[in-house]
């Protein structure tokens, strides 16, 4: 019989946190994963780049290869650039049925056997099967209208969501103006996740994948927005009421999480487990501070670049990309950028000023994580652009909600068998390792152009070349800076609300 497998994708999971739950004996479920499991610090890449890379890494697990390989270095790619077969092309090829619910990059939507769930960074709302797609209508909603349509609770009935978790969305739906921000996103994150559980285990049933796919987000975005709340020790400024009021966001859903995996391992008994994550989550610990973003409309009438460039957001970055048509020299641009300085104190308005090969500016206005200025000088100063002077708030917004942790290099891997015989920690992990592990406890072959490793001891291992003839996807023409990606970007605080 073929072994079945659940892997589950933990967004920014990390065993910093994991063990401090533990050791508050918080999370029973982990705790009895990393006493009964093979676990690992698995090292991610680099987390100090400019953008933010969530499809480069996850396409590298899908992988076994690093980005140049297998092509993906951006948000803005599609899963039509992929140049490498990922793990669920690939156990497809060998029959093994696949159901795949939140992976990037896996929007077109294609079939592996199962169901495919495109990540929450699709650009429509195709699924496969089509009628699958109300899950997809969550996504993306402008917070206003988020599930304000009453249709769409009896369209995810149907396709399969449980009442329980309905009733608590409803509820929700009604109560939340009563909560304030904080409260509001911890609420939706830790709903979202248990609606798509709830069709996740359903569609597992249903379709009886072999392999089936999982993904958690709430641990990067907790992570991001609550951290401080309860470490004392790095953020002694927040205040006695706000600590009180926010701290147990963090560890509660670490909790979900528990519970999540704990759902997921009682209704498939016959499963293993993979529990994989793309990066850990630290603090900052510069203490935590507001973030500045560049006002883009006003810096584009200011600077007469409005009908000459194309702007949007990723992260706090903003990308330019000069339009054909414009006669803008994109090396001059980048110089103009360089020399907009701040006045009196004579800084450098952009602390990040760069151009990548395809000719896209990247800008990120100077953080007050530099220490050039404090929130409280911003009225004083002004903005030398060319020959005229502007007020520097004219310029920026200030983001409200701060981040007090951000991405660390260190994220986790779990396999939960109960046929292992080998438990406990292993060293040495990489991103890398996971198709490479995957693959040998399927007992297939493991391809030579892989960047990683078995971490399992099996008897006899096999080798391929290359997998990469099973890609044989079509480009579909897609519309540049297309409104979904950037609604996602804005609903996971990467952007500004307009
Ligand atoms: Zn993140």
Same mark, same amino acid.
């Given at each position: 019989m073929?072994?079945?497998?659940?892997?589950v994708?933990?967004?920014?999971?990390?065993?910093l946190?994991?063990?401090?739950?533990?050791n508050?004996g918080r999370?029973?479920?982990?705790?009895?994963?990393?006493?009964?499991?093979?676990?690992?610090d698995?090292?991610?890449?680099?987390?100090?780049?400019?953008?933010?890379i969530?499809p480069?890494?996850?396409?590298s697990l899908?992988?076994g290869?690093?980005?140049?390989k297998h092509?993906?270095?951006?948000f803005?790619?599609?899963?039509?650039d992929?140049?490498s077969a990922?793990?669920?092309?690939i156990?497809?090829?060998?029959?093994?049925?696949v159901?795949?619910?939140?992976w990037?990059l896996?929007? @077109?939507?294609e079939?592996?056997?199962?169901?495919?769930? @495109?990540c929450?960074?699709?650009?429509?709302?195709?699924t496969?099967?089509?009628?699958l797609s109300p899950?997809?209508e969550l996504?993306?909603?402008?917070?206003?209208?988020?599930l304000s349509?009453v249709?769409l609770?009896f369209?995810?009935?149907?396709?399969?969501?449980d009442s329980l978790?309905l009733?608590?969305?409803?509820?929700?739906t009604?109560?939340e103006?009563f909560?304030?921000?904080?409260?509001?996103?911890?609420?939706?994150?830790?709903?979202?996740?248990?609606l798509?559980?709830?069709?996740?285990?359903?569609?597992v049933k249903?379709?009886?994948t072999e392999i089936s796919?999982?993904f958690? @987000?709430i641990?990067?975005?907790?992570?991001?927005y609550?951290?401080?709340?309860?470490?004392?020790e790095?953020?002694?400024e927040?205040?006695?009421i706000?600590?009180?009021?926010?701290?147990?966001?963090?560890?509660?859903s670490?909790?979900e999480?528990?519970?999540?995996?704990?759902k997921?391992?009682?209704?498939?008994?016959?499963?293993?487990?993979?529990i994989?994550?793309?990066?850990?989550?630290?603090p900052?610990r510069?203490g935590?501070?507001?973030t500045?973003?560049?006002k883009?409309?006003s810096f584009?009438d200011?600077?007469?670049l409005n009908?000459k460039?194309?702007?949007?957001?990723v992260?706090?970055n903003s990308?330019?990309?000069?339009k054909?048509?414009?006669?803008?020299?994109?090396d001059?641009?980048?110089?103009?950028f360089?020399?907009?300085?701040?006045?009196?104190?004579?800084e450098?308005f952009?602390?990040?000023?760069?151009?990548?090969?395809?000719?896209r500016?990247?800008?990120?206005?100077?953080?007050?994580?530099?220490?050039?200025f404090?929130?409280?000088?911003?009225?004083?100063l002004?903005?030398l652009?060319g020959?005229?002077?502007?007020d520097?708030?004219?310029?920026?917004?200030?983001n409200?909600?701060e981040r007090?942790?951000d991405?660390?290099?260190?994220?986790?891997?779990?396999i939960?068998?109960k046929n292992?015989?080998?438990?406990?920690?292993?060293?040495?992990s990489t991103?890398y390792?996971?198709?490479?592990?995957?693959?040998?406890?399927?007992?297939l072959?493991?391809a030579?152009?892989?960047?990683?490793?078995?971490?399992?001891?099996?008897s006899?291992?096999?080798f391929?070349?290359?997998y990469?003839?099973?890609?044989?996807r079509?480009?579909?023409?897609?519309?540049?800076?297309?409104?979904?990606?950037?609604?996602?970007l804005?609903?996971?605080?990467y952007?500004k609300d307009?």
């Amino acid at each position: 019989m073929k072994k079945k497998i659940i892997i589950v994708g933990i967004d920014g999971g990390t065993f910093l946190l994991i063990d401090r739950f533990i050791n508050d004996g918080r999370l029973p479920f982990f705790k009895f994963l990393k006493e009964n499991s093979l676990y690992s610090d698995m090292y991610s890449v680099d987390q100090n780049t400019r953008v933010p890379i969530s499809p480069t890494i996850w396409t590298s697990l899908a992988s076994g290869k690093k980005a140049e390989k297998h092509k993906i270095l951006s948000f803005f790619n599609l899963q039509q650039d992929i140049v490498s077969a990922r793990w669920f092309e690939i156990l497809n090829h060998y029959g093994y049925s696949v159901g795949t619910f939140g992976w990037e990059l896996t929007w @077109p939507p294609e079939e592996y056997g199962g169901f495919t769930i @495109p990540c929450s960074m699709a650009r429509d709302n195709r699924t496969f099967p089509s009628y699958l797609s109300p899950i997809m209508e969550l996504r993306g909603k402008k917070k206003r209208k988020f599930l304000s349509n009453v249709l769409l609770f009896f369209k995810l009935k149907r396709i399969g969501v449980d009442s329980l978790t309905l009733v608590q969305l409803v509820l929700n739906t009604i109560f939340e103006r009563f909560y304030d921000k904080k409260i509001k996103l911890f609420k939706r994150l830790i709903l979202l996740n248990r609606l798509n559980l709830s069709l996740f285990l359903n569609l597992v049933k249903k379709y009886k994948t072999e392999i089936s796919f999982f993904f958690i @987000p709430i641990a990067d975005s907790s992570s991001h927005y609550f951290w401080k709340y309860s470490d004392k020790e790095n953020f002694p400024e927040v205040s006695d009421i706000e600590r009180k009021k926010y701290k147990e966001l963090l560890l509660k859903s670490y909790i979900e999480i528990d519970e999540s995996l704990k759902k997921i391992y009682d209704k498939n008994k016959d499963s293993v487990l993979f529990i994989i994550s793309d990066h850990g989550m630290k603090p900052i610990r510069e203490g935590s501070f507001k973030t500045l973003s560049l006002k883009q409309k006003s810096f584009l009438d200011k600077t007469n670049l409005n009908k000459k460039v194309e702007i949007y957001f990723v992260g706090l970055n903003s990308v330019i990309v000069v339009k054909d048509d414009s006669s803008v020299d994109p090396d001059s641009l980048l110089q103009f950028f360089k020399n907009i300085i701040i006045k009196p104190i004579d800084e450098k308005f952009f602390e990040v000023v760069e151009k990548d090969n395809s000719g896209r500016i990247f800008l990120k206005v100077t953080q007050f994580d530099k220490g050039k200025f404090q929130e409280k000088d911003l009225t004083n100063l002004k903005v030398l652009i060319g020959t005229d002077y502007y007020d520097f708030k004219s310029l920026v917004d200030i983001n409200d909600i701060e981040r007090s942790s951000d991405h660390d290099e260190r994220g986790i891997f779990i396999i939960f068998d109960k046929n292992l015989k080998r438990k406990g920690k292993i060293e040495d992990s990489t991103i890398y390792d996971f198709l490479p592990t995957l693959l040998d406890f399927l007992s297939l072959p493991i391809a030579k152009d892989f960047d990683g490793k078995s971490l399992i001891e099996s008897s006899q291992k096999s080798f391929i070349d290359t997998y990469d003839f099973l890609v044989k996807r079509k480009k579909e023409s897609i519309d540049k800076d297309d409104e979904f990606v950037k609604e996602e970007l804005r609903r996971l605080g990467y952007l500004k609300d307009k």
